[in-house]
């Protein structure tokens, strides 16, 4: 097993800092963006606010004698004592090699991601258009025989563009399940833990599971999407509409389950949003913004008989029913 160095203390004690100011005071969105700086600054940063998150998590909120709005004084004599507490927590935090899965799956060491409810647009060095979603990272290579993306986790959009190269050179993405050869196309694919998702909206893809014999192979053309495993391929659906919504910032639901719902809302989102399992089954229509997860809640409170409960200022959301 591979040894994962100690993160610095001077490292935790930064990330220990970040915890109290996101949960000592009115947190605002540029709050939440410069924490999300500093965790892409380096990957150790990454691992120590992992820690922070699983000790939050683990206590269910900061103690209030380490989150009183007064401690967010810079001159307070207290806080120096606190800080010193909380990175105190953080190094003893048991989460070693586990955690730095944890970092290594949120891909900050991937050649494009992005962070929770963050999208951006690439054009690769051919000429085709990358749009990552949020939460995604993709590795890109490009040599003499192929145009290679590999999509570590979360959802992209690929317009290929046409090959310049003397030689053709095929364009592939590749997931945990297989690999999928662009043939002419724009098209959708959401790497999920156990299958992969691909909605065609243009042209045509060849979807090759990775443990599948050659009968598993399967074309799927515009207008069609599918899901598959390393095994095996389910058979092409009508693709649904609602699945590029979020390149123009929307989620939409039709009779979705308020659980479904609510884990997709979370993709967007920093912190947790948890929803009590009385009203996981709820059904949810409607269309809400990505780009502004805390109107969408609103939205959401005030239509359905459900009410909403926050903590450290919006991190930690449960949704309960009224």
Known sequence: MPKINAIDPRILDQAADWLMRLSATEVTDADREACLRWQQQHPDHVRAWVRAELLVNKLGALPPSLAIPALDRPDNPNRRAILNKLAILLAIAPVGWG??????????????????GEKREFQLADGSQLTLNTATSVDVQFDNQQRFVWLRSGEILVQTAVDTASVHRPFIVGTKQGTLEALGTRFRVYQQKNTTQLGVLEGAVKVIPTEADLSQQIIV?????????????????????????????????????????????GRYRSGMVRCDPAIANLPVSGSYPISDTDLALRMLVSTYPIKLTSHMHGYWINLLPV
Do not use: C
């Open 99 to 116: 955690s730095w899965r944890i970092v290594e799956s949120q891909g900050w060491t991937a050649d494009y991601h992005t962070a929770s």
């Open 221 to 265: 053309n515009a207008g069609e999407q599918i899901s598959f495993n390393r095994h095996t391929v389910e058979l092409p659906t009508p693709l649904d509409q609602a699945v590029t919504t979020w390149t123009q910032g929307m989620l939409l639901a039709d009779k979705m389950p308020l659980g479904e719902f609510v884990s997709e809302l």
